[in-house]
C-alpha cells in the first residue's frame, strides 16, 4: 500500500476520535445549565453555552462519523498519532469553551481563550472578576476544571470506545493504568473521582460552605484547579474547619490514581513505599516549616494563624492546586523562593497536578545517590537502579535518566523564556518568576501579574505555558512536527 495512502488512513482515524472528544466535550457545556432553574436570572446566558454545545456535537458527530466509515479496519493508533488526537481536541475544546467567556462575560478572545485554556488545564490564574459573573459561567469554570483534570481524551474516548487507547492515555500524561484494559482503567477513574468529588461536597457543606460554592470548591479541590467563586480564595471564610477539609482534598488530586486506588484497597505498603509520597513525606514538612520561621511567624498575629498559613499556601503549591488563603504582597523573598521551587517541582505524575513531577525530581535524586554509590563499588559490580510505582519496581538505566534530565532541561528553559517576556513588559524578577512558574507549572497561585488588564502578549505567554505544562512538553512539539511532515503526503495522489 502506497505510503500516502497508509498516512491518509490514519489520519481518518485521528480525525474520527477527535471528533467524538468533541462532541462529548459538547455535551459538558451544558452542565452550566443546571443553574437556571435555581438562578432564574441566569437565563439570558443560555445561549452562550447552547450554541457552542450544539455546534461541537454536530460537529464533532459528524467527524466521526464521516472519517470513521467505509469497511476498512481502523487502524491502530501509535503514540504519536495518539499525541495529535491529544493536541487537535485540547484545541478544538479550549477554542468553543472560551465561547461563553466572549458572549455571556464580554471577554475579548485574548482573555477569554486565557480563562478556558486555565480552566482545562487546571491551572486556575484567572482573569475573571468573580463577583461581576453569574452562577453559570461560576460553575463552568470548574467543570472545566473537573473534566480536565480528570484527562479530557482519556477519560472520554477509552470510558466509551471499545479498542484499545493505551498510547492516547500516555499522550495525555497518564501511561499507568488502573486495570490491564484502558476502558475498565478510565471507568475506575471515573469512579474513584466521583466519590472524592461527593465526600469533598459533603465535607465542605458541612464545614460551613453553602451549597454552590461546595460543589465549585470540591471540583476545583480535587482537580488541583485551584478556581474559587470568591476573589479572596479559601481566605473568604477564614476557617480552620474549611481549610482543613481541602488539604486532604488537595492531597488526594495531587496523588496518583493508582495510588489512590492501592489506598482505597488498604495496601498501604506500597503507598509507603511509592517514589513520591516519600518526597512529599520530606517537602511538606520542610518547606512548611521554613516559611513558618522565616516567613509567616512575623506576619500574623497568632501562632495557630501562622502556622495554618505556612501549612496550606506550601501544600496548595505543591500539589498545584492554586488555593489561597493569604495575598503574598507582604511575604518576603525567602517565602516567595519556597513556594516557586514547590511549584516547579509539582505533583504526582498520572494525578491531576502539574509541574515537573515528584517522581521525575525523586528518580533524579535517586539516580544521584546510585552514581556517588558507584564510585565505591568494584567494577564488575552488578546493581539494580529503581524506584516503586504501585506495586512494581520500575528499573532505571541511563537511557531513561537522560530521558527525565532532557525534560527538566525543557522545562526550565521554556520556564526562563516565559519569565523574560513578563520582565520585558515591566514586571520586576521576582513577580516573573513566581507568576510564570504557576503557569507553566499549571498552580494558579498569583501576586498580581495575571489581570484583566495585563498585556496581551503576557497573557498569551502564560496561556502557552499553561498548555505546555499541561499536555508535558515532547508531546505537543513532537505531534506537531509529524503534522507538519505529514501535510505532503496528505495532500498527495500517491
Not at 556517588?372 to 516503586?388: C, D, G, M, S, T
Request: net charge positive.
Amino acid at each position: 500500500m502506497p505510503q500516502g495512502t497508509i498516512i491518509r488512513l490514519h489520519y481518518r482515524s485521528i480525525l474520527s476520535s477527535t471528533g467524538l472528544i468533541v462532541s462529548l466535550a459538547g455535551g459538558i457545556m451544558l452542565i452550566p445549565l443546571l443553574c437556571v432553574p435555581f438562578y432564574p436570572g441566569e437565563g439570558k446566558v443560555v445561549s452562550a453555552f447552547l450554541i457552542p454545545a450544539a455546534l461541537q456535537v454536530v460537529i464533532g458527530l459528524a467527524a466521526w462519523r464521516w472519517f470513521g466509515r467505509g469497511s476498512a479496519p481502523r487502524v491502530p493508533l501509535s503514540f504519536k498519532d495518539a499525541g495529535v488526537i491529544v493536541l487537535l481536541s485540547w484545541i478544538v475544546v479550549c477554542l468553543f469553551s472560551a465561547w461563553p467567556f466572549q458572549t455571556a462575560a464580554g471577554f475579548d478572545f485574548t482573555r477569554a481563550l486565557f480563562e478556558s485554556v486555565s480552566g482545562w488545564t487546571t491551572t486556575g490564574l484567572s482573569v475573571t472578576d468573580v463577583t461581576k459573573v453569574g452562577p453559570a459561567l461560576l460553575l463552568w469554570r470548574s467543570t472545566m476544571q473537573l473534566a480536565g483534570g480528570a484527562g479530557l481524551a482519556i477519560i472520554m474516548l477509552s470510558a466509551i470506545t471499545g479498542f484499545s487507547l493505551s498510547a492516547i492515555s500516555s499522550a495525555e500524561g497518564r501511561s499507568e493504568q488502573l486495570a490491564p484494559h484502558v476502558r475498565r482503567s478510565a471507568k475506575l477513574v471515573l469512579i474513584i473521582y466521583a466519590g472524592y468529588v461527593s465526600v469533598g461536597v459533603i465535607a465542605y457543606k458541612l464545614a460551613g460552605m453553602n451549597v454552590f460554592d461546595a460543589v465549585n470548591h470540591a471540583f476545583a479541590a480535587l482537580s488541583t484547579g485551584g478556581f474559587s467563586t470568591r476573589p479572596e480564595s479559601i481566605g473568604y471564610w477564614d476557617s480552620t474547619a474549611i481549610e482543613a477539609v481541602t488539604l486532604p482534598l488537595m492531597i488526594l488530586g495531587n496523588m496518583s490514581f493508582i495510588t489512590g486506588w492501592l489506598l482505597i484497597r488498604g495496601k498501604l505498603i506500597y503507598v509507603a513505599r511509592n517514589a513520591e509520597v516519600r518526597l512529599m513525606a520530606i517537602l511538606l514538612p520542610l518547606s512548611a516549616g521554613l516559611v513558618l520561621i522565616f516567613t509567616s511567624a512575623g506576619l500574623y498575629s497568632t501562632l495557630a494563624k501562622s502556622v495554618r498559613v505556612a501549612l496550606f499556601e506550601t501544600m496548595t503549591a505543591l500539589t498545584t492546586t492554586g488555593f489561597s488563603t493569604v495575598s503574598y504582597s507582604n511575604w518576603n523573598g525567602f517565602g516567595w523562593f519556597i513556594l516557586i521551587v514547590l511549584m516547579l517541582v509539582g505533583g504526582g505524575t498520572c494525578s491531576t497536578a502539574g509541574g515537573i513531577k515528584q517522581y521525575r525530581i525523586y528518580t533524579l535524586l535517586k539516580a544521584l545517590v546510585w552514581e556517588i554509590r558507584n564510585q565505591f563499588l568494584p567494577r564488575r559490580a552488578v546493581v539494580e537502579n529503581y524506584v516503586w510505582s504501585g506495586e512494581q519496581k520500575v528499573y532505571f538505566g541511563s537511557d531513561s535518566i537522560q530521558r527525565i534530565s532532557l525534560f527538566i532541561v525543557l522545562y526550565l528553559a521554556t520556564y526562563l523564556v516565559g519569565v523574560g517576556i513578563l520582565t520585558a513588559h515591566g514586571y520586576s524578577l521576582q513577580e516573573s518568576l513566581f507568576e510564570y512558574a504557576s503557569a507553566v507549572g499549571t498552580v494558579g497561585l498569583s501576586v498580581g501579574v495575571t489581570s484583566y488588564t495585563a498585556p496581551g502578549v503576557v497573557l498569551w505567554a502564560e496561556t502557552f505555558g499553561m498548555f505546555l505544562g499541561r499536555l508535558e512538553f515532547m508531546v505537543v512539539f513532537v505531534s506537531l512536527v509529524k503534522v507538519v511532515k505529514d501535510l505532503p503526503a496528505l495532500f498527495s495522489s500517491k
